[in-house]
């Protein structure tokens, strides 16, 4: 008996010296120590659990192949034979710890860390700034509170190099506005957007129905003016058509709703615009006037969208402005202008007689009207539509 425990004590001094040595290899791996850590928890875990099982259940080494640290218990408190002791010392003297770690199963707790790690990271959103670098933009490193405070629009002075205070929504991916430094300062363009190009085919569109027009107008000489309205009106339909159809291939589909509000409430009203940019509650950028000197002049606000033509998206930034209590739906409506139109300088009074607004509040705010319309429809319905905005032959001179 007393040589038995000799030989068992002997056999765990043995496997606490392959411990340590493999402990002490552990210290020249290439991972960090709470891995090294993790390990030799595991290690000794596995060595208490094998112990709790052999002791608790016979059976144990019959339903599950006898882990090295099982085999040991075993040898621990049983001497084991011969076989079983030559099958351990070759197996502690071949350990290769290195490979071991390079060929090891991850365990369930390590791949669930895994994939939280990956969900984590899959969550974190990119942000995007069109306009970093332009000194009357709000910049990534600075705070929205930072930012209103460094370009309040109630003291910011217009000037040749500062037309507008911009935000953009840091969430859409938008290439760089550089046609804010060339005095249009609209929405930031789609990486596909071809504004030259458009101007250039939206003016030959304009100079035809000027053509048209002036046919019709000898042609009829003699014909009532309501006839001769009505034919020049059908031209115009048709070409303005062309217009926004151009628009909408070559990606110049950035329009605003526009909301005008007294200087002395300009930067109260401005926060909360550029809050909600900034969160991605509105659209893809937002404007403010600067101080141009003039304290009866309405401030103007423009906060964009990217497509004119997805009516649920232009619908959905009305409704949160309406929500934010920018204005009042029993009021007077405010109105949505595409930047096609203001390329091309169609403001209120244009000799086109064009509607310069594509949509109002008043019309997209009533009950059904985005099942009266397919979410990517053409917008004929609105902008054909004969009468005259309300009280805004001011308010659309801006843009």
Not at 271 to 284: D, F, K, S, Y
Request: charged share 30%.
């Amino acid at each position: 008996m007393q040589l038995e425990e000799e030989q068992s004590n002997g056999e765990y001094d043995r496997f606490l010296r392959v411990l340590g040595k493999l402990l002490e290899e552990s210290a020249e791996w290439k991972i960090d120590a709470i891995s090294r850590f993790v390990f030799v928890v595991r290690l000794l875990f596995e060595l208490l659990s094998s112990a709790s099982l052999e002791l608790a259940d016979p059976l144990f080494t019959r339903r599950a192949k006898p882990s090295f640290a099982h085999n040991f218990i075993t040898l621990k408190h049983h001497g084991g034979d011969e076989v079983v002791k030559e099958e351990l010392e070759e197996r502690a003297n071949n350990f290769n710890a290195r490979e071991w770690w390079n060929n090891k199963v991850p365990s369930i707790t390590e791949l669930a860390n895994a994939e939280m790690s990956n969900t984590k990271k899959s969550k974190t959103a990119s942000l995007y700034n069109p306009y970093a670098g332009v000194p009357s933009a709000r910049q990534l490193k600075e705070t929205v509170n930072e930012f209103l405070e460094r370009l309040p629009p109630s003291t910011t002075r217009l000037s040749s190099t500062l037309s507008w205070i911009w935000i953009a929504n840091p969430y859409h991916k938008a290439s760089s506005a550089k046609q804010e430094e060339s005095g249009k300062g609209e929405g930031p363009p789609e990486a596909e957007s071809d504004w030259a190009r458009f101007v250039v085919l939206g003016n030959s569109f304009l100079e035809e129905l000027r053509i048209v027009r002036n046919d019709i107008e000898k042609k009829k000489v003699k014909a009532a003016k309501s006839t001769v309205t009505k034919a020049i009106n059908k031209e115009r339909d048709a070409i303005v058509e062309q217009i926004l159809d151009t628009a909408v291939s070559l990606h110049c589909t950035s329009g605003k709703w526009m909301l005008f509000c007294p200087p002395d409430e300009v930067d109260p009203v401005w926060a909360v615009v550029a809050r909600a940019t900034a969160n991605n509650e509105l659209g893809i950028a937002a404007k403010v006037a600067p101080d141009d000197g003039n304290d009866r002049h309405h401030r103007l606000i423009c906060i964009y969208t990217k497509d004119f033509s997805d009516l649920e998206d232009v619908i959905r930034v009305l409704k949160k402005l309406k929500n934010l209590g920018l204005f009042d739906a029993r009021e007077k409506p405010i109105y949505y202008k595409c930047d096609a139109y203001t390329y091309l300088e169609l403001k209120s009074s244009n000799e086109y007689n064009i509607q310069a607004s594509l949509y109002n509040s008043k019309d997209l705010l009533k009950p059904g009207t985005l099942q009266s319309k397919n979410k990517n429809a053409k917008v004929e319905g609105f902008f054909n539509n004969k009468k005259k905005d309300e009280g805004d032959s001011k308010p659309l001179e801006w843009e």
